[in-house]
Nanobody, 121 residues
Framework: QVQLVESGGGLVQPGGSLRLSCAAS????????MGWYRQAPEKQRELVAR???????NYADSVKGRFTISRDNAKNTVYLQMNSLKPEDTAVYYC???????????????WGQGTQVTVSS
């Protein structure tokens, strides 16, 4: 099995910054895309940012220019640097990874447990 463990959430004032981390461990043969999603109360889960194994990134329009996603392939870890945070960024943030668990060409979707980010004065 594969586990994704997130860290770095918390309470921050508007305009502040936070850095989320997500480390993947377990039966990992390879990792394709890694990303961050978020879900605010009474809203659907949405993509925040995603980075492929080839380092191609894409972002939700609402976070472009403020958030930066990166990954360390040697550590199977993805990061989300969040700057200029706004109250509307408040949500539970979930890490996601598309993982190959053996030499067979099968890829599986894994999720972290979520970390709360609250932006409030």
């Amino acid at each position: 099995q594969v586990q994704l463990v997130e860290s770095g959430g918390g309470l921050v004032q508007p305009g502040g910054s936070l850095r989320l981390s997500c480390a993947a461990s377990g039966r990992i043969f390879g990792i394709n895309a890694m990303g961050w999603y978020r879900q605010a109360p009474e809203k659907q889960r949405e993509l925040v940012a995603r980075v492929t194994s080839g380092e191609t990134t894409n972002y939700a329009d609402s976070v472009k220019g403020r958030f930066t996603i990166s990954r360390d392939n040697a550590k199977n870890t993805v990061y989300l640097q969040m700057n200029s945070l706004k109250p509307e960024d408040t949500a539970v943030y979930y890490c996601n990874a598309i993982v190959q668990t053996s030499s067979l060409p099968n890829w599986y979707n894994y999720w972290g447990q979520g970390t709360q980010v609250t932006v409030s004065s």
